[in-house]
């Protein structure tokens, strides 16, 4: 770490008494919105929301059980810690061994840059607290696979929990253990401290209470102004979503329109972020007449919505309206992640009472088969769904942060702990950054729709298994015998590739094809053919036993799968074109895309 000289201007003492008497004062009122809001928290009250003390019990029993594996394995650390201090004196006194055997365990994984700074690498007491931390998180990982009597569930819930815990004690996080931090502090007097503070401040106050960590410049960006700008009308609406077509940029487009099913547990203008990564804009360039469901930010109004109202009033309707706004006979349908999945309830509803209005569906990092979900997964149980249900409460929904906080806590060094250095120890301002807007625009959950997802998908897998009903009508996925296209990701976290790849497993029909993409659930889908990124993989038909299998006999492609997802939907509009068609043609418009539902911020209902 560099020990040159502060040439910054001494902050002015009058200054920063003032500075920090605001301080105290806002702490105070912070602080006491918080004790309010616990208070009347209905969600606040469980000791152990996340249902971890179970698996945290055998994981303790088994440490008593076991003393001899335990004395052995601390006995290990604390000579590999020996054996790493000395590797380090003797590195700092011109010696390059590090000791034996430790080299390759104590290296950051490819693509960490927590620890880019050249004090890491070139001063020994952070080159020590570096490697030491590497070597206590892979002590700790193998600690935890060591463990026997856990079931596969309570394995992957105290994985989650260790990987979390490794993240959070990272040297980089804590002022007095970053080099970056400590020479920032030198150069700007503790500047950086009270600014970071400040940050802290503003983003408690804008929780009200609780902390909302920005990621970007939340003022940087207006949705319909910035992001979410293609043409297009709002051409129906109903309590639970706004219907938009969007304006043609062709002369003829494809006959058959196609209708886009978005997720609700955030907005759908990730498919329309801006001119150059907007798939919809694309769409709409390639001749598709396109719609999209704009699902509204629920409050209590919604409170009585259920899964089977939601498909009533989103896709069914949607459909219903695409096809008298169009004249088509039939469409082609698309769902994005939980809008995949209401896609297929939806179709395999339709095919059970003999509607035939979907010519082909899509499905884009998708799940249906939710035995191996991901690390959403990981805290699904009777416990944990009661613990929500108490949280949703007479309300009616689920905050929106709560899915932030859990989305976030995914990926937490990326999305917690970077901007606390960042915001809270640096005392730097966000960037304007699109996709992290996105992110920070988060929706709340219609609470009983919510349960029912969580419960019968996560929880019971009731879809996949053929023991799901709706009002009344039993679903089978094989009875779904529509062609069908299938996109996952290699680094999706949320719908990862195996579980979606199963989904495709299930269906009936014989004309299927999955595409496997570069990235993970957003940037694997939003991949502009312009931008030049990532590859994806292809393979007639759906060949093997699992996803391992499929991809051994899979092609590589570079670029986007755009290109190839488009001469597929050709070919289900049988390569007919019409005359384009002007929004609301038919049913009126009500509205400029992207309406007025999208709009609607959770912290200001």
């Not at 503790?190 to 609780?210: F, I, S």
């Given at each position: 770490?560099s020990?040159?000289?502060?040439?910054t201007?001494?902050?002015?003492?009058?200054?920063?008494?003032?500075?920090?008497?605001?301080?105290?004062?806002?702490?105070?009122?912070v602080?006491?919105?918080?004790?309010?809001?616990?208070?009347?928290?209905?969600?606040?009250?469980?000791?152990?929301?996340?249902?971890?003390?179970?698996?945290?019990?055998?994981?303790?029993?088994?440490?008593?059980?076991?003393?001899?594996k335990?004395?052995?394995?601390?006995?290990?650390?604390?000579?590999?810690?020996?054996?790493?201090?000395?590797?380090i004196?003797?590195?700092?006194?011109g010696?390059?061994?590090?000791?034996?055997?430790?080299?390759?365990?104590?290296?950051?994984?490819?693509?960490?840059?927590?620890?880019?700074?050249?004090?890491?690498?070139?001063?020994?007491?952070?080159?020590?607290?570096?490697?030491?931390?590497?070597?206590?998180?892979?002590?700790?990982?193998?600690?935890?696979?060591?463990?026997?009597?856990?079931?596969?569930?309570?394995?992957?819930?105290?994985?989650?929990?260790?990987?979390?815990?490794?993240?959070?004690?990272?040297?980089?996080?804590?002022?007095?253990?970053?080099?970056?931090?400590?020479?920032?502090?030198?150069?700007?007097g503790?500047?950086?401290?009270?600014?970071g503070?400040?940050?802290?401040?503003?983003?408690?106050?804008?929780?009200?209470?609780?902390?909302?960590i920005?990621?970007?410049?939340?003022?940087?960006?207006?949705?319909?102004?910035?992001?979410?700008?293609?043409?297009?009308?709002?051409?129906?609406?109903?309590?639970?979503?706004?219907l938009?077509?969007?304006?043609?940029?062709?002369?003829?487009?494809?006959?058959?329109?196609?209708?886009?099913?978005?997720?609700?547990?955030?907005?759908?203008?990730?498919?329309?972020?801006?001119?150059?990564?907007?798939?919809?804009r694309?769409?709409?360039?390639?001749?598709?007449?396109?719609?999209?469901?704009?699902?509204?930010?629920?409050?209590?109004?919604?409170?009585?919505?259920?899964?089977?109202?939601?498909?009533?009033?989103?896709?069914?309707?949607?459909?219903?309206?695409?096809?008298?706004?169009t004249?088509a006979?039939?469409?082609?349908?698309?769902?994005?992640?939980?809008?995949?999945?209401?896609?297929?309830?939806?179709?395999?509803?339709?095919?059970?009472?003999?509607?035939?209005?979907?010519?082909?569906?899509?499905?884009l990092?998708?799940?249906?088969d939710?035995s191996?979900?991901?690390?959403?997964?990981?805290?699904?149980?009777?416990?944990m769904?009661?613990?929500?249900?108490?949280?949703i409460?007479?309300?009616?929904?689920l905050?929106?942060?709560?899915?932030?906080?859990?989305?976030?806590?995914l990926r937490?060094?990326?999305?917690?702990w970077?901007?606390?250095?960042?915001?809270?120890l640096?005392?730097?301002?966000?960037?304007?950054?699109?996709?992290?807007?996105?992110?920070?625009?988060?929706?709340?959950?219609?609470?009983?729709v919510?349960?029912?997802?969580?419960?019968?998908?996560?929880?019971?897998n009731?879809?996949?298994?053929?023991?799901?009903?709706?009002?009344?009508?039993?679903?089978?996925?094989?009875?779904?015998?529509?062609?069908?296209?299938?996109?996952?990701?290699?680094?999706?976290?949320?719908?990862?590739?195996?579980?979606?790849?199963?989904?495709?497993k299930?269906?009936?029909?014989?004309s299927?094809?999955?595409v496997?993409?570069?990235?993970?659930?957003?940037?694997?889908?939003?991949?502009p053919p312009?931008?030049?990124?990532y590859q994806y993989?292809?393979?007639?038909g759906?060949?093997?036993a699992?996803?391992?299998?499929?991809?051994?006999?899979?092609?590589?492609?570079?670029?986007?799968?755009?290109?190839?997802?488009?001469?597929?939907?050709?070919k289900?509009?049988?390569?007919?074109?019409?005359?384009?068609?002007?929004?609301?043609?038919?049913?009126?418009?009500i509205?400029?895309?992207?309406?007025?539902?999208?709009?609607?911020?959770y912290?200001?209902?």
């Amino acid at each position: 770490m560099s020990t040159r000289k502060d040439t910054t201007a001494t902050p002015d003492a009058a200054q920063t008494t003032s500075r920090i008497a605001d301080l105290v004062a806002r702490s105070q009122k912070v602080w006491a919105a918080t004790l309010e809001r616990n208070a009347g928290d209905p969600g606040s009250a469980s000791a152990d929301p996340l249902h971890t003390m179970p698996a945290l019990t055998k994981l303790a029993q088994d440490t008593i059980d076991h003393p001899q594996k335990l004395a052995e394995a601390t006995l290990d650390y604390w000579t590999r810690q020996a054996d790493l201090w000395t590797g380090i004196v003797q590195k700092s006194l011109g010696g390059k061994d590090l000791g034996p055997d430790l080299g390759p365990d104590l290296t950051p994984e490819k693509g960490d840059k927590r620890f880019k700074h050249e004090a890491w690498d070139q001063n020994p007491v952070f080159d020590y607290l570096k490697q030491s931390y590497l070597l206590t998180g892979d002590w700790l990982k193998q600690r935890l696979a060591d463990a026997e009597g856990l079931s596969p569930a309570e394995r992957r819930k105290l994985e989650f929990l260790t990987r979390n815990l490794i993240e959070a004690i990272a040297p980089t996080n804590y002022a007095a253990t970053n080099p970056e931090v400590l020479q920032a502090t030198l150069d700007e007097g503790g500047d950086n401290l009270l600014r970071g503070l400040e940050n802290l401040l503003r983003d408690l106050e804008r929780g009200k209470g609780r902390l909302r960590i920005s990621q970007t410049d939340l003022d940087a960006f207006e949705v319909g102004v910035d992001l979410a700008t293609t043409p297009g009308k709002v051409i129906h609406q109903n309590e639970v979503m706004q219907l938009i077509q969007y304006a043609p940029a062709t002369e003829q487009v494809h006959a058959r329109p196609l209708l886009i099913v978005p997720p609700w547990i955030n907005k759908f203008y990730i498919l329309d972020l801006n001119e150059k990564k907007s798939l919809i804009r694309w769409l709409v360039g390639q001749g598709h007449t396109v719609f999209v469901i704009s699902w509204i930010n629920p409050d209590q109004e919604q409170r009585g919505e259920s899964w089977a109202s939601y498909m009533r009033k989103g896709p069914l309707t949607a459909i219903e309206k695409v096809l008298e706004e169009t004249g088509a006979d039939k469409l082609n349908l698309v769902g994005y992640c939980i809008g995949g999945t209401m896609t297929g309830t939806t179709l395999a509803h339709m095919a059970a009472t003999g509607d035939k209005r979907v010519a082909s569906a899509t499905f884009l990092t998708a799940q249906l088969d939710f035995s191996d979900a991901g690390d959403l997964q990981t805290f699904i149980d009777d416990e944990m769904i009661g613990n929500i249900e108490a949280q949703i409460g007479e309300r009616g929904y689920l905050a929106a942060e709560n899915m932030a906080d859990a989305f976030n806590s995914l990926r937490s060094t990326d999305l917690i702990w970077g901007f606390v250095i960042n915001n809270y120890l640096l005392g730097k301002e966000n960037f304007p950054f699109d996709l992290l807007y996105w992110n920070s625009d988060s929706t709340r959950m219609p609470g009983q729709v919510h349960l029912y997802y969580l419960d019968q998908f996560y929880n019971r897998n009731s879809l996949a298994k053929g023991e799901m009903e709706i009002d009344g009508v039993a679903l089978d996925l094989a009875q779904v015998k529509l062609p069908a296209y299938h996109v996952a990701t290699v680094e999706d976290h949320i719908a990862p590739a195996p579980s979606a790849y199963r989904a495709a497993k299930l269906l009936g029909s014989r004309s299927q094809r999955f595409v496997l993409t570069g990235s993970g659930h957003i940037a694997g889908v939003v991949n502009p053919p312009a931008a030049g990124k990532y590859q994806y993989w292809t393979r007639t038909g759906i060949k093997g036993a699992d996803l391992a299998e499929w991809r051994e006999g899979a092609a590589e492609t570079a670029g986007s799968w755009w290109p190839d997802w488009d001469a597929w939907l050709v070919k289900q509009s049988r390569g007919k074109q019409v005359p384009a068609r002007d929004p609301g043609a038919v049913l009126g418009q009500i509205e400029d895309a992207p309406g007025s539902y999208v709009k609607v911020r959770y912290d200001e209902r």
